[in-house]
Nanobody, 115 residues
Framework: VQLQACGGGLVQAGGSLRLSCAASGSSFDINSRGWYRQAPGKQRELVAAISSGGSTNYADSVKGRFAITADNAKNTVYLQMSSLKPEDTAVYYC??????????WGQGTQLTVSS
């Protein structure tokens, strides 16, 4: 499975941005997909996840501001981010979880939120 992430950038606080992560390869048995992020000097943390059945899970810090969706026809997952805060600044990594395998990771995409 290969994951291609894009959509990061520089945005002002209060703004919005959408990340996307397209999967290719043997992606038909993906259990769940989502996004982690890692800010400088901090551990990588789970931001949002969506299961193959459409169930979603969010970090408390982004609930009500971020929304994860999946377009199965395009094998793509999106993270719509709104009301962005400077503390959302991080490198965002998409991942895919397949049964019995380590997580697959996309390349990171930088989000910088200016105050």
């Amino acid at each position: 499975v290969q994951l291609q992430a894009c959509g990061g950038g520089l945005v002002q606080a209060g703004g919005s941005l959408r990340l996307s992560c397209a999967a290719s390869g043997s992606s038909f048995d993906i259990n769940s997909r989502g996004w982690y992020r890692q800010a400088p000097g901090k551990q990588r943390e789970l931001v949002a996840a969506i299961s193959s059945g459409g169930s979603t899970n969010y970090a408390d810090s982004v609930k009500g501001r971020f929304a994860i969706t999946a377009d199965n026809a395009k094998n793509t997952v999106y993270l719509q981010m709104s009301s962005l805060k400077p503390e959302d600044t991080a490198v965002y990594y998409c991942y895919a979880n397949l049964p019995g395998r380590p997580l697959y990771w996309g390349q990171g995409t930088q989000l910088t939120v200016s105050s």
